[in-house]
């Protein structure tokens, strides 16, 4: 087998299995990295037992054949090659791997004990991609990394009627995203840190979706990915997005964000990083305190509801998170000093935040 392909595609295709493939494991095979050679290019597959991920790279090939290598040393191999055309070829059992002056030999690993990946070729439902990708990437930071409650270590997917929607919470906060959808889907919970690869892959064009039992196939026009999905019933978050709404505060995102972090270098780290919200006669006043001392700053404000003045705080890294997805003007809706609030854009967007008080 003999391929040329650009270090580029070569290089982009490995990067994005060399974070699915673990670096060490007690079984070296899935260390590996699956090449499987036809005419129209390679496909790179690895899995590490959680995601199998399928990648296809246009190349020129002759002769084509499968070959099993080391990931992440083919990975690195191809990142430091000085030329900007690869060449592969297989002899016997190792892997030469030449660009420019470079010529690297690899051994290639047992392909007949490599376990089996296979990918469904059918599609239950189709999602845009990028309208995916984009929703998961507003509501991953709300996912919890060490909840006793598997489920808040993962993003649940809803289908409705005409909109999909991404919801993940801590427990503290949840975060929501909804955007266009067709089709009769699932509802599901995809691990957080899966999801994280989804982001990465999916780029343009239809994410396709084959459900399995416990399990999701997703299929785009390069990539093919398999993931194990989280058992358990995700907890009604609905019940605590506030519904009677007593103060609303419009102003723009950017000067809220860098408002909350120049006070929060003053809140106290032991005391849930605490800023304090006082919004009155048009103005929002933040005020952090801490062992060094205390800060305040104050911004204008477009300011609505039956409710003249409110008193609130929030974890400042929470605040910060919740502005992150948001373009344009903030919209702060406040129920109550001690009720949950909701961050959202203004004019709708189809993304919320909703984060309980500390105690005032």
């Known amino acids: 087998m003999r391929a040329h392909v650009t270090k580029k595609t070569l290089s982009e295709g490995l990067g994005l299995l060399e974070r699915v493939i673990p670096s060490r494991s007690s079984n ?56 900007e055309l690869v060449e ?48 998961l990437g507003s509501v991953r930071y709300a996912a919890s990394n060490e909840a006793f409650q598997a489920v808040f270590r993962g993003i649940k997917l809803e289908h409705r009627p005409e909109a999909a929607r991404v919801v993940a919470s801590d427990g503290y906060r949840v975060a ?24 990465r892959v999916l780029k343009d064009g239809e994410a396709r979706f084959t459900y399995g039992e416990g399990t999701l196939s997703v299929t785009t026009d390069r990539v093919r990915m398999n ?38 270098v003053l809140a106290d780290k032991n005391a849930n990083n605490r800023v304090e919200f006082l919004v009155s006669e048009g103005k929002l006043r933040l005020a952090a305190e801490g062992s060094y001392g205390r800060a305040q700053d104050t911004l ?20 910060l998170d919740a502005l992150g997805p948001i373009e344009g003007d903030a919209e702060l809706l406040f129920s109550g000093s001690t009720s949950p609030a909701i961050f959202r854009a203004s004019g709708g967007g189809g993304y919320m935040a909703v984060m309980v008080t500390l105690r005032v």
């Open 28 to 83: 070296p095979l899935l260390t590996a990295l699956k090449v499987d050679a036809s005419d129209a290019g390679l496909t790179l597959s690895g899995t590490n037992l959680e995601i199998d991920l399928s990648c296809f790279v246009p190349a020129d090939v002759q002769d084509p054949r499968s070959f099993v290598v080391p990931a992440h040393l083919l990975a690195q191999i191809v990142r430091n090659l000085g030329g």
């Open 300 to 319: 204008d404000v477009t300011q609505g509801g039956p409710e003249p003045a409110m008193s609130l705080a929030f974890n400042a890294r929470h605040v």
């Open 176 to 199: 929501i995203r909804d955007f266009p959808a067709s089709g009769d889907g699932r509802n599901l919970i995809v691990p957080a840190r899966s999801a994280d690869e989804l982001i």
């Open 227 to 264: 993931l194990k999905l989280l058992d358990g019933e995700f907890p009604d978050y609905e019940r605590v997005i506030p519904k009677d709404i007593k103060l609303q505060v419009t102003l723009p995102a950017t000067a809220l964000r860098e408002a909350v972090n120049r006070v929060a």
């Open 88 to 135: 592969l070829e297989i002899t016997g059992n190792e892997l030469s791997v030449r660009s420019g002056g470079s010529d690297f030999k690899l051994q290639t690993g047992d392909l007949e004990a490599y376990p089996p990946l296979s990918f469904p070729p059918h599609a239950d439902v189709s999602l845009d991609a990028a309208e995916l990708a984009r929703a």
